[in-house]
Nanobody
Framework: QVQLVESGGGLVQAGGSLKLSCVAS????????MGWFRQAPGKEREFVAS????????YQADFVKGRFTISRDNAKSTVYLQMTSLEPEDTAVYFC?????????????????WGQGTQVTVSS
């Protein structure tokens, strides 16, 4: 059974940084794309970023504006989301996801498995 376990969320002031991690198990990590979504209170879940199996291709939502960087370490079966210049609007539960490719992970329909989520709160 595939499991995704996120960590690294927390409370940070506006302008600060956080690095999220997601450790995967249950199937060959390097064969699949990985991604991050988020869901803010009262809003639908939305795509944040994704990465191809080898890390050669990445995709980002427009609102990221170069502030977030997705990366992966296949030897550690881990995907990361480095977030900088955080804004109160980034407050949300962040979910790790896996699917066939980084490209197909830009939509929820491309997600095979979800993590439980980690809370990120940005104070003004």
């Amino acid at each position: 059974q595939v499991q995704l376990v996120e960590s690294g969320g927390g409370l940070v002031q506006a302008g600060g940084s956080l690095k999220l991690s997601c450790v995967a198990s249950g199937r060959p990590f390097s064969d699949y794309g990985m991604g991050w979504f988020r869901q803010a209170p009262g809003k639908e879940r939305e795509f944040v970023a994704s990465i191809s199996w080898g890390g050669g291709a990445t995709y980002q939502a427009d609102f990221v504006k170069g502030r977030f960087t997705i990366s992966r370490d296949n030897a550690k079966s881990t995907v990361y989301l480095q977030m900088t210049s955080l804004e109160p609007e980034d407050t949300a539960v962040y979910f790790c996801a896996t699917g066939a490719t980084g490209s197909t992970l830009r939509r929820e329909g491309g997600v095979d498995y979800w993590g439980q989520g980690t809370q990120v709160t940005v104070s003004s």
